[in-house]
């Protein structure tokens, strides 16, 4: 099956630092190349997508370099002779005609993915600095694996003076897996997440004329407070400091309204997550957190950012009757401590919803505030692992709205996979309805057999969100929400081909929000407020004023 052209003649030294072509790695590279090309979740730019196609590329030749070495083990049949070099020319023309027609279509792809989400199309010279970018990639890719391999060699012809041969090689190939292991490990990627958490620190730390400090004594940071403005960061000043204040709602609603409360406690406010908890809790008793009618814990994402369309969402809805109250665990974007650690942050969720909760439940069952939890991203994670079963069965809160929940969020998973027969994978239905149900673009939280029961968890997610529906079992097999019908906001175009598919929501995963809000990672005021009135009941509106709001505050 493999052919080595002109493998008798020497090779000039340029040619040795460039890969001699096999059949079965020139066919599947062609493959995957082609696959990377076509659209996933995510619409994708000239230098992603070069990236992407790169190291697809680099992926199908070395998976068809071990079909060739394993095809030449078991003594196969190949072509040899002339026909060895007549199959090489045909199949070697079939590969670049194929490569360029599905460069020639990648532009479509793309623009029709765009179109879905309202975005303009990409211009028509792509497919050029694609091809470019994806050669380098996979060049670059192509010799660090030589490297590896010569270090192999190099380890096992130095075992080979003392075991024989066979003992050498294996050693020789375990002891190159274990250095790059550890080299990977404890060099690169411990140096580039300690490069990354410096990073986003500074990014913290910076102060912006945006998020001035309140001279309100009932605001985090302002005279009077338990916290310091500095300690907040800045994800926690922004929320501190954003809008709308009781002025704002009257006008927007045309009725009475309160001041909303908000309190944010920085990863700087205290020394760790329990002494943050206690702080939080200080705080939320000394400006009459729980003299409100609604009290929401909120687990911020992994910057510590607090969804600023959720949180006006939830006033609104609300006419600032409710108190809001966040800890900070990190600095990091969540894709990068998803991926790094999935259980980054549970410490401090757990730590404020037992410190938040413990107090609530103190209280008499007549005077106690509607407790409900909230998250995005790895907010809505953490925040479903803030708490099990038993700590809250003899007095449970009211609900939860998570937004975009990762993929191994441990409730959305098990819910997800025993949805009733018949609904789709991006827009479960569970059971009767009654205690869980799941929305997006479009509101589906009327649509339930049974009305709402005294507990509710709502789950807003949108089909094109790629931290929601990242699957690593993509790797071998097909995910289930890529079956007919597909979300609203996802290609009929987007194929399933292993491994390829997996790199593509890999990279899908990394860029997220980069689709305007409405899709992908990035939700939506309306969507929010749709969620957050089905939750709470929304007191004082009909159906008519919110629909309304959502016009007033988003536009037609």
Known sequence: MDVRASAAMPR???????????????????????????????????????VLSGISLAAGYGLG???????????????????????????????????????????????GLRALMGMPPVENLRPLGILVLSVAVFLVLLWLARGLVLMSRFLSGRLARILPGPQAAVLGIAATALIVWNVANGLIVRGAMTVLDQSYAGYDALFEE?????????????????????????????????????????????????????????????????????????????????????????????????????????????????????????????????????????????????????????????????????????????????????????????????AGPPFDSPTWRE???????GSPAWLPVYRDGSAIRFTGQVDNLGRAEAPWGSFRIIYLQYASDAVV????????????????????DVSPDFPWLPIVTFLQLTVDMMTAVAPPIGHGHTYRFDHYVDAWAALTDAPGWTADGLERLKRDMTGP
Not at 87 to 100: E, N, Q
Not at 415 to 421: E, L, S, Y
Request: aromatic share 10%; proline share 8%; hydrophobic share 45%.
């Open 210 to 402: 945006s998020s001035p400090r309140p001279g309100d004594p009932l605001k985090s940071g302002g005279p009077g407070s338990l916290l310091d403005w500095e300690g907040l960061g800045r994800a926690g000043r922004e929320m501190i400091a954003a809008g709308p204040d009781r002025a704002a709602i009257e006008a927007a609603t045309g009725g009475a309204a309160l001041e909303p409360l908000r309190v944010y406690v920085g990863l700087n406010s205290a020394p760790d997550p329990q002494a943050r908890a206690d702080l939080a809790l200080a705080e939320l008793i000394r400006i009459g957190g729980f003299d409100r009618a609604t009290l929401v814990i909120a687990t911020p994402t992994g910057t510590g950012w607090i969804d600023p369309e959720s949180q006006r969402a939830l006033e609104f809805v609300l006419r600032g009757d409710v108190a809001t109250v966040s800890v900070q665990y990190s600095y990091l974007a969540s894709w990068i401590a998803l991926l790094a650690d999935p259980d980054y942050g549970v410490e401090t969720a757990r730590a404020v919803f037992s410190s938040v909760y413990g107090h609530w439940r103190s209280l008499p069952p007549g005077k106690r505030p509607r407790l409900y939890l909230h998250g995005l991203s790895l907010g809505a994670l953490n925040s479903d692992l803030s708490h099990d079963l038993f700590q809250v069965v003899g007095a449970p809160y009211d609900g939860a709205l998570w």
């Open 415 to 421: 819910v997800t996979r025993t949805r009733n027969a």
């Open 469 to 488: 529906f990242y699957d690593p079992h993509a790797l071998w097999r097909r995910p289930s929400w890529m079956e007919q019908p597909r979300g609203p």
């Open 65 to 111: 370099v071990a079909v060739g070495m394993l095809w030449r083990a078991l003594q196969l049949p190949a072509p040899r002779g002339r026909w060895r070099r007549r199959t090489w020319m045909a199949l070697g023309v079939l590969c670049l005609l194929g490569a360029g027609w599905s460069l020639s279509l990648a532009s479509e792809w793309q623009n």
């Open 12 to 50: 000039p030294a340029v040619a040795r630092w460039l890969p001699r072509a096999t059949l079965s790695g020139l066919i599947l590279a062609t493959l995957f190349f082609a696959a990377s090309l076509t659209p996933s979740l995510v619409p994708r730019g000239t230098l992603v997508q070069g």
